[in-house]
């Protein structure tokens, strides 16, 4: 079945330092989804992106889709405590199925 | 809206019991899918259902079964409880399935001794 390679596994921060999660396949997706779940939460939507080479912006969050529509990323601006939580990409194939990475734990140091 | 429950919160079984964990949502979604998640392991897909009447496997559907019998709920049957199926187990939904955003109710956290 289609696999998603997420990295890193874990990222520490201090407040105020940028982070990046990556999100590759070796597919091409139809579509990527980014999530994001705080620690005993569930997770929650944060940006679907769909066409290729396509960056969307969520204030200090840029998600961006390959140009080839394998790969995808989410970058933090000055991260803050706020930002503190696990981030998931989705990937969308050719099924009706959504395959998610295995996340990047974000931690921040105040 | 309630958006998506799950019920029960917290339960515990004994190797070989069988239960059934609850799903409903009031968004009128005719896609809805089961998830459970493992530390390290992220949301692995066990079954997801696109409308009424139907239903599929994911990854990982060995010991657990599904039914779709009306929009709202999606309930998942674990046959004869493991170990192994000891995870935190959530239910989502969504309007038109892999191409939207996909809502997650609470989770459900299940151990089995």
């Known amino acids: 079945g289609q696999q998603v390679m997420q990295i890193p596994q874990y990222q520490h921060v201090q407040e105020g330092e940028d982070f990046t999660t990556y999100c590759n396949s070796s597919?091409?997706?139809?579509?990527i989804q980014w999530y994001k779940q705080r620690p005993g939460g569930h997770p929650v939507f944060l940006i679907q992106?769909?066409?290729?080479?396509e960056v969307k912006k969520q204030k200090r969050l840029t998600f961006q889709f390959g140009e080839a529509k394998k790969n995808s990323s989410l970058h933090i601006t000055a991260t803050q405590t706020t930002d503190v939580g696990t981030y998931f990409c989705?990937?969308?194939?050719?099924?009706?199925?959504?395959?998610f990475g295995k996340g990047t734990l974000l931690t921040v140091n105040p | 809206n309630a958006g998506v429950t799950q019920t029960p919160k917290f339960q515990v079984l004994k190797t070989g019991q069988s239960m059934t964990l609850q799903c409903a949502q009031d968004?009128?979604?005719?896609?809805m899918s089961w998830y459970r998640q493992d530390p390290g392991m992220g949301l692995r897909l066990i079954h997801y259902?696109?409308?009424?009447?139907?239903?599929d496997q994911g990854e990982v559907p060995n010991g657990y079964n599904v039914s779709r019998s009306t929009t709202e709920d999606f309930p998942l049957r674990l046959l004869s409880a493991a170990p192994s199926q000891t995870s935190v187990y959530f239910c989502?939904?969504?309007?038109?399935?892999?191409?939207?955003?996909?809502?997650f109710g609470p989770g459900t956290r299940l151990t089995v001794l």
């Open positions: 989502a939904s969504s309007y038109k399935g892999r191409l939207d955003e996909q809502f």
């Open positions: 597919t091409t997706l139809s579509n």
């Open positions: 992106l769909v066409k290729s080479g």
């Open positions: 989705a990937a969308g194939g050719s099924n009706y199925k959504l395959t």
């Open positions: 968004m009128n979604h005719e896609y």
């Open positions: 259902s696109v409308g009424a009447g139907i239903t």
